[in-house]
């Protein structure tokens, strides 16, 4: 191999000392690290004592340097006193900075980006500004002047082919320590030197490979040297004072445990990544190590976009890359599930909204307590209703039951409804630390996967809700209607009841099916809520029932859970009726409010401008209710009198079925109970607006999660079907072209999807879903057309 050099001398000499050496060479130096420093003292001045070997060998270094040049004294004072600037007293400046320009076959070190120096030969100018180079690893690039940050003497006309060889030489002569015999001698003799000349302290020659070896050592030390003058490209390095190495050693020290300790547990990672999930540490080992919780918290923030600081994000960012991931959000969920941090199905949208999903003790213990107190204060007002047959219907898996209902047909012909409501307030009060919590949270949240229940557990379903077969305590609605289903009559009152069904709305249907004279109780109901589901449309409600589904999923931590999917129509008989029944209370409720000036959160819903004629085209039920419910306005709250609901086709409305699920519900509760005792209600309008506010918050959030875990589990069931399952199809509305949103029937579920052209709003087609992506919250679904 033959290297082209000035005066045709090879660059590959004898190898140059090591530190190895450098007891043999200099038989007084001891490293740094064997060396203690103290303070300096009269007796020593500072200094080491240092043999005359070594200190004459350094001096005949010195004055050969000197003898090459025709250098002129200077000797710079700052302020007086001696500073880092005396280490440039040797030559002038001037003498001993010279630059280089730069030259066609010159060997140039330059930084190809952020992280990567290269070296390079210069091929020819670029332009004004720029020079192609050819790089160590044959790249032909053009580079600013800039990016040049050092240029090897003593080459004038460099082979590219040889770069590689030149850059693991100079690699296998750099030997930190060295710096630290040079340090030793020229913090003595105060001195400062070029790159040539520290190349000619440490390898006794400035040939171009000691030169690039040295100028490698000094670019990357971050202890021994500082520049102490530049000009261009060149740099003259003095020595660092004592107490400074001192100091920098320590730290480096200290660094380098960090970035140890740092690299075992990216290791640590790597392993819990390819463990087999059984193995896998589980969530609570990780917060063992203080240091390595942090980790975990940065990465759990940065995957949740909740990063608390620019050091958390940082940090993310910085383990992303160190297993070798893309620095995004995705990236840092994949890694917790990887590591069996994350369940592989993690509700993201739980861990962002900040939903509470536990009671703190002292909560729970409140709770206990309000259960271990027997006193009622309404008991003596309390109307027994136990001989009443009373219906509660809800969902299968429900576990707060918060109303139920009776009914009966009076001698008159009428039909009398009692809607009773399981009473909260038998057990908390306004402003009590359970009523705090309460509000804190705003509602309970139904996830497929769990539920969260606004109330503690032991409290909500032990004490308030209503029971099979047992004494409850209620608020009760009582209505008599009239014949074409307006109210004519209603009443609000405390009673005891004793509920007789606990009825799914599949059972509760299927015994209005049967039509069992047994329980014409049931028909009644029925009967009252066809009654008022006319009266409501002549009064121009708006109807909306659709298809929706209904998920739970048992072992929700398992890779492979198991999904069970509930279609409901709305406008199944059992459904219908539970539906006009709690909109029949919610008017009671408001009407009583108003009659007795009661501030309560009222709904309104201001529809007028809805033209149902424009809407005649549309098929009944899904099509029609979907189009409809794009154009409605928001319900507005009025905390002084009912306002007119619209859609709902009433004059006025308020939640109040579902103390134990929702807090204003409980409001309402509180509102009317004070006024059933003959006292001032708790809350003026002012107040109960201020309350509204918040928990409406709360609410929006519960709702937005819902949704979204919902919609994730829907596409998890879909994922998992047989990809030849076909299902029927709803044609919504086009959105664009022939891209039609879709309603999927037999899933209760929406989707977008090209469609044949000639298929009309309303048509049904038959679909495939071709893909189910849920963390990525992407589904294609596509046409199946028979030919």
């Known amino acids: 191999m033959s290297i082209r050099a000035v005066h045709t001398r ?69 302020n007086g006193s001696s500073s880092n600037a005396e280490l440039l007293n040797e030559q002038l400046i001037e003498d001993r900075l010279v630059s280089r320009s730069l030259e066609k076959g010159l060997l140039l070190e330059f930084k190809k980006d952020s992280e990567r120096i290269l070296l390079a030969v210069a091929q020819r100018p670029d332009g004004k500004k720029n020079w192609m180079v050819i790089d160590q690893n044959g790249v032909t690039s053009s580079i600013k002047k800039q990016q040049v940050t050092y240029i ?74 500082t520049i102490v003058e530049t000009t261009g490209l060149r740099c003259v390095y003095g020595p660092r ?17 960090a970035e140890k300790e740092y690299q075992e547990f990216i290791k640590l990672l790597g392993s819990a990544k390819s ?103 309404d008991e003596v007002n309390r109307k027994d209703l136990t001989n009443l047959k009373v219906y509660a ?41 359970v009523d705090r919590e309460a509000m804190r949270r705003g509602t309970s949240v139904f996830l497929p996967t769990a539920t969260y229940p606004m109330f503690p557990e032991n409290l909500a379903m032990e004490g308030m809700s209503l029971r099979q077969g047992e004494l409850c305590n209620a608020v009760t609605v009582s209505v008599v209607l009239h014949d074409d289903g307006s109210i004519a009559e209603c009443s609000v009152f405390n009673s005891v009841v004793k509920p007789t069904y606990m009825l799914t709305y599949e059972s509760a249907s299927e015994l209005l099916y049967l039509n069992l004279e047994e329980e014409v109780e049931l028909k009644i109901l029925s009967e009252a809520a066809n009654l008022r589901l006319k009266w409501r449309r002549q009064q121009g409600a708006v109807e909306t029932t659709t298809i929706e589904s209904r998920i739970k999923v048992s072992k929700p931590e398992d890779p492979e859970p198991s999904i069970n999917l509930y279609v409901e129509n709305q406008a199944a008989p059992a459904m219908r009726l539970v539906f006009e029944m709690m909109i029949l209370c919610g008017e ?53 009198k009912p306002a007119r609901h619209g859609i709902l086709g009433i004059p006025g409305y308020v939640q109040f079925t579902s103390p134990i699920r929702r807090y204003l519900d409980l409001v309402a509760h509180y509102q009317l109970k004070a006024f059933l005792r003959g006292e001032s209600p708790p809350f003026t309008s002012g107040k109960l607006e201020e309350i509204a506010a918040n928990v409406n918050e709360k609410v929006k959030a519960a709702r937005k999660l819902c949704n979204s875990s919902l919609r994730y589990w829907i596409l998890e069931y879909l994922r998992k079907q047989p990809k030849e399952r076909r299902y029927r199809a709803l044609v919504l509305k086009f959105l664009k072209d022939r891209i039609a949103a879709l309603l999927l029937v037999e899933v209760g579920f929406q989707a977008t999807a090209w469609v044949s052209l000639g298929t009309q709003i309303g048509d049904e087609v038959m679909v495939k879903v071709e893909e189910s992506h849920p963390r990525d919250d992407i589904i294609y679904v596509k046409e199946i057309v028979s030919r």
């Open 10 to 78: 090879s660059f590959f000499l004898p190898s140059p000392p090591t530190l190895s050496s450098i007891p043999r060479l200099f038989p007084s130096y001891r490293p740094l690290s064997a060396v203690r420093f103290y303070p300096p003292t009269s007796s020593c001045h500072g200094c080491r004592t240092q043999t005359r070997s070594i200190q004459s060998l350094f001096e005949s270094v010195m004055e050969e340097l000197k003898a090459k040049r025709k250098c002129r004294k200077k000797i710079v004072i700052v």
């Open 152 to 225: 090897v003497p003593g080459i004038s006309n460099f082979d590219q082919a040889e770069i590689a060889a030149f850059v693991q030489k100079a690699q296998d002569n750099v030997d930190p320590s060295l710096l630290e015999f040079a340090w030793s001698e020229l913090l003595e003799k105060n001195k400062s030197v070029t790159v040539e000349e520290m190349a000619e302290i440490i390898f006794g020659r400035c040939e171009p490979l000691e030169s690039y070896s040295a100028h490698l050592l000094l670019s990357k030390d971050e202890v021994y040297f």
């Open 588 to 640: 009671a409720i408001a009407t009583f409010g108003s009659r007795n000036n009661i501030p309560l959160p009222y709904r309104g819903q201001p529809q007028s401008d809805i033209n149902l004629s424009e809407f005649s085209h549309l098929p009944e039920g899904p099509v029609r209710s979907f189009a409809l419910i794009k154009i409605m306005r928001a319900a507005e709250l009025d905390f002084r």
């Open 393 to 433: 219907i809800d969902v299968d898996e429900a576990d707060e039951l918060d109303d139920a209902l009776s009914a009966t047909k009076l001698q008159d012909g009428r039909i009398k409804i009692w809607i009773h409501v399981a009473d909260a307030t038998r057990y908390v009060q306004p402003g009590s630390i």
């Open 275 to 377: 463990m087999p999930l059984q193995d896998k540490p589980s969530k609570s080992s990780w917060k063992d190590d203080e240091k390595i919780w942090s980790r975990i918290e940065s990465l759990e923030a940065y995957a949740i976009d909740d990063c608390e600081s620019d050091e958390q994000r940082k940090t993310a960012v910085m383990i992303l890359k160190e297993m070798g991931l893309a620095k995004t959000a995705s990236s840092a969920v994949n890694l917790l599930i990887d590591i069996g941090y994350f369940p592989v199905h993690v509700n993201l949208d739980l861990l962002k909204l900040s939903i509470p999903t536990h009671h703190f003790e002292k909560i729970t213990s409140a709770a206990q307590s309000l259960l271990s107190d027997s006193s009622d204060p």
């Open 241 to 257: 004072p004592n107490e400074q190495v001192e100091e920098l050693i320590r730290r480096k020290v200290a660094k380098e445990a």
